[in-house]
């Protein structure tokens, strides 16, 4: 895995369940790489409620209006990064990769791109990190720090074997997996960064400092 010659800085996605730390090391590997951040969904205004997001709105639509928004989103957040890329490296809160692997557990999923592939015309990342970490972890994390569950989290709460199926489906990405279970947030952004050294996406930072 290296670094696609149209871009001079990597673009790194951090995947995961809530409760495996993914919002912390998009802060620490921001802060480590001085990297732009976009959350996808990005902030898309509703046009009927000017200044909301239309996320709101859409993750209380219906099945396929919400699926078919998340893809929308998916498109705008892709030209997003292509544009930051030129500036600096850009580390994004969950991506395509999520978006079709939550919509590949529906009882009738959409017609989209194979599970592993990413749409036409799409940017794909340099490297996408999974972090896991054992249930009992996750549980005491989410009800501990108050985090708010996504709309799709709530779904699979009380499914094992459904959240186990979305890993799989995450792995068909070919990413990077840590658990996160046994290791602080330092260690697990050290993890990261060797990752990327090994894949060879932190040599831009010797070019920088030239």
């Known amino acids: 895995m290296t670094l696609k010659e149209s871009n001079q800085y990597p673009f790194i996605v951090i995947e995961g369940l809530d409760g495996v730390g993914k919002s912390t090391q998009v802060r620490y590997l921001a802060e480590a790489l001085n990297a732009a951040v976009i959350q996808c969904p990005p902030f898309i205004e509703d046009p009927l409620r000017p200044g ?36 600096q490296p850009v580390v994004v809160d969950r991506y395509w990769t999520s978006t079709a692997a939550f919509s590949a557990m529906d009882k009738s999923p959409p017609r989209w791109e194979a599970i592993g592939m990413y749409p036409e015309g799409f940017l794909e990342p340099d490297m996408v990190i999974l972090l896991t970490v054992d249930e009992t972890n996750r549980s005491l994390r989410i009800g501990g720090r108050g985090l708010a569950m996504t709309s799709e989290e709530k ?56």
């Open 155 to 210: 779904r699979l709460e009380n499914q094992d074997d459904q959240r186990s199926s979305v890993l799989e489906l995450y792995r068909m990405f070919d990413p990077i997996e840590i658990d996160t279970s046994d290791l602080s947030p330092d260690e697990v952004l050290e993890e990261i960064l060797h990752w990327l050294n090994e894949a060879s996406l932190l040599d831009w930072l010797g070019e920088a400092h030239k």
């Open 52 to 87: 909301c997001d239309l996320r709101e709105r859409m993750d209380k639509a219906s099945l396929s209006r919400r699926r078919e928004y998340y893809r929308m989103s998916n498109f705008i957040a892709s030209e997003q990064i292509r544009l930051m890329l030129k500036h």
